[in-house]
């Protein structure tokens, strides 16, 4: 899917289709939770033991698609990774017979899949006019990342991408 494109490219069709995403399958209420979303694209969500380096896994087949989350990330972690494997399953939406695993782990950064992944998550959970208003409002990084259910570390990244 990504073949050809530079990582500006794949960030801005990650952006769009994750606005694509909120505005079909989001009830408008903060913090965005992933699970129903998820569920309205298709997929049964599971909490599992993945081991060490692996924090979600999508598997999917013509019989549908599952999201496995480690259980034993904090919940900040878990929400972020199911909607990073929620990206792969978009991403994947124009191959609906398709039989694919993506997983998100160390190991797979810096991918076109995983940029796109997680830019998708980043716009997902936090988007970009929220953390704007938020942040011209005098809004702090801890104040925004528990408004956003997100870790401190992904809401202070997000709000340097955005300049907010």
Known sequence: MFEGMTVGQIRAEARKDAKR?????????????????ARALGASV???????????????????????????????RRTFTLAHEIGH????????????????SDRGRGTASEIYANEFAGNLLMPA??????????????????????????????RQVLGA
Do not use: C, K
């Open 21 to 37: 995403t909120l505005d079909d399958h989001w009830d408008g209420l903060f913090p965005v939770n992933p699970v129903p979303i």
């Open 46 to 76: 599971f909490l599992a033991e993945l081991g060490d380096d692996e924090y979600g896994r999508l598997e999917s087949n013509p019989a549908g698609a599952n999201i496995y989350i480690d259980r034993d990330q904090p919940l900040t």
């Open 89 to 104: 399953l978009v991403s994947h939406a124009d191959e609906p017979d398709a039989v694919f695993v993506d997983l998100r």
């Open 129 to 158: 006019p929220e953390v704007r208003r938020l942040g011209n409002e005098g809004e702090d990084t801890i104040a925004m990342a528990a408004y956003f259910g997100v870790s401190v570390s992904a809401m202070g990244y997000r």
